[in-house]
């Protein structure tokens, strides 16, 4: 009884503020989820595989606490250099983060690609780690059941023991609140990160690149959306424009690993490649508060995801 009138004397828990970065197999819905969080588009999500390639953050502002999210690439077995270098961001982001969030989706049974996340996961011993079932709106509640069952068990063979188990849909809204709440009690003590407001530390040119990146992905097939990177070469506020019609400039350049894949990216009479500059500049005025002139070029950098010269050039 004394020690509940303690606790009750003092209902403010600590400020806490720290790290959070969700893994899973491509297509999981980690950037969906990230967007949910924040309650804004930061990351960028699209129905094709491993599209998030550089480390996105979205930082959740509540009075308690302050979860800063580091949205990164899918770990996958790696067949190139780029692939051997995402792992490697992958690794160093673990080991540096308050709380690991496995998604797995709801939807698909595990496979070998969540296994090999799961064993990699059960080397890094110090970081809780916390499944996150996802897309729970696209599944009966016996086959989500099934799936919790399936993650535990793994969690056992595997030597992983989950903080939690969570179901959430980042679509349909459920539990994503919640999961916010078990995530925060996991992070340490500290101040906030972060000045309020703020939502991502990405640079504006690395968010502009990524949803042109996003529009020249929309619709092409298979091989493709590996072989494409964008670069915002130059971003500058047209001079002579009257004050309260600015106009800013963007230079940039749509990199393919091919000649033969100009066609497909610039599409009849240029028709694809003016779409592609259409849908991502309302993105980018969205984003930047700005009316937007868009010049974009496709240049070819023959083989980029071997070649680690223009794999620095390109970013990564
Ligand atoms: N029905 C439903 N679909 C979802 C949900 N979350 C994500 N998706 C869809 O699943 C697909 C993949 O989602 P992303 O968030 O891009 O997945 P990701 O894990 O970030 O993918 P990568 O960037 O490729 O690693 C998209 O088409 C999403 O719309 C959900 O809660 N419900």
New binding site residues.
Partial sequence: MGAMSVRNSNPTPAHRAGFACFV?R????????TNALVGTKV?I????????RHTVRGIVHRPDAQLVLVDT??LHKPRTLLGERLNDVVRATWAEVDVIGF?LPADQKLGPGDKYIAKELAEVRKTPKVAIV??T??VESKQLAEQLIAIDQIGRELGIEWAEIIPV????GQQVELLADLLVPLLPESPALYPEGDLTDEPEQVMVAELIREAALEGVRDELPHSIAVVVEEMIPREDRPKDRPLLDIHANIYIERTSQKGIIIGPKGSRLKDVGTKSRKHIEALLGTPVFLDLHVKVAKDWQRDPKQLRKLGF
Avoid at 26 to 33: E, H, I, M, Y
């Fill in positions: 899973g491509p297509n999981a819905g980690k950037s969906t989820l990351a999500t699209s129905s094709r595989p491993q599209t998030t690439p899918g998604c996802t897309k709106d696209l849909s980042a679509v349909g």
